[in-house]
């Protein structure tokens, strides 16, 4: 059973792609059209959350988006003490958004930032990944770079955004060997907080096992294979 503060809503791609094509409706977007394009595209929709899945955030303060094989334990003891003061809550401390862990205030101000993105409509045209979630964008057309504009001064709307970046979490990828490591690790040394949680994962391509464990202040936990 699921812990009672976690909800399980199905939503088909399609499905998807309507909403997407209603509340975004300055770009022509064809669900039956999108119903084939890869589901990692689903990656380039995130931003989009406040906006796409209104319904169902509408009674929270904050949304946010993580990767899907991650595992976060009780969040509250990393956020920061002034979340409340906080629109953008990133998870490294050299982004102001990060696809792994972003954390944004569920206001209107904060849900529309990504509209600002020059190339928003031809990245939603697009069958390809754009990783418009992040940094690793395509450069000027990814919320990294959109929220950068704001917070710098250089966006002359005059919207503010107060933003957080770095959480005792982060992510570091690389292919090697066959074999996909990841890693849930503390952030620089100077980074004012504790660290709570720490995880590898190797996925190995011949046997098809992903090897998890999990670790907490430094002391290896149990391994797992799922």
């Given at each position: ?22 509340h ?12 084939t ?16 899945l209104?319904e ?139 660290c ?7 996925y ?23």
């Open positions: 059973p699921l812990p009672r503060n976690v909800r399980h809503v199905r939503l088909t791609w399609r499905g998807m792609w309507e909403r997407v094509q209603r975004v409706p300055e770009c022509s977007i064809d669900p039956a059209e999108r119903e394009v890869p589901g990692y595209k689903v990656i380039d929709l995130k931003p989009l959350y406040g906006v796409i209104a169902e955030i509408r009674q929270y303060t904050y949304w946010g988006h993580i990767d899907n094989d991650m595992i976060l334990g009780d969040v509250r003891k990393f956020l920061p003490s002034d979340m409340a003061s906080r629109d953008v809550i990133s998870g490294l401390y050299h982004k102001n958004t990060w696809g792994p862990f972003t954390i944004f205030r569920n206001a209107d101000k904060v849900n529309s930032v990504f509209r600002r993105g020059p190339k928003l409509c031809e990245m939603l045209a697009d069958r390809e990944h754009w990783g418009f979630d992040e940094k690793f964008g395509r450069d000027g057309t990814n919320m990294h770079e959109i929220v950068e504009g704001i917070t710098s001064g250089a966006d002359a709307s005059g919207l503010q955004l107060s933003v957080h970046k770095g959480l005792p979490v982060g992510w570091d990828g690389k292919d090697n060997n066959g074999y996909h490591e990841c890693e849930l690790h503390c952030p620089p040394p100077d980074y004012p907080g504790p709570r949680v720490v995880r590898r994962c190797r190995f391509s011949k046997k098809k096992v992903k090897r998890c464990w999990v670790l907490g202040y430094g002391n290896k936990g149990p391994e797992m294979e799922v």
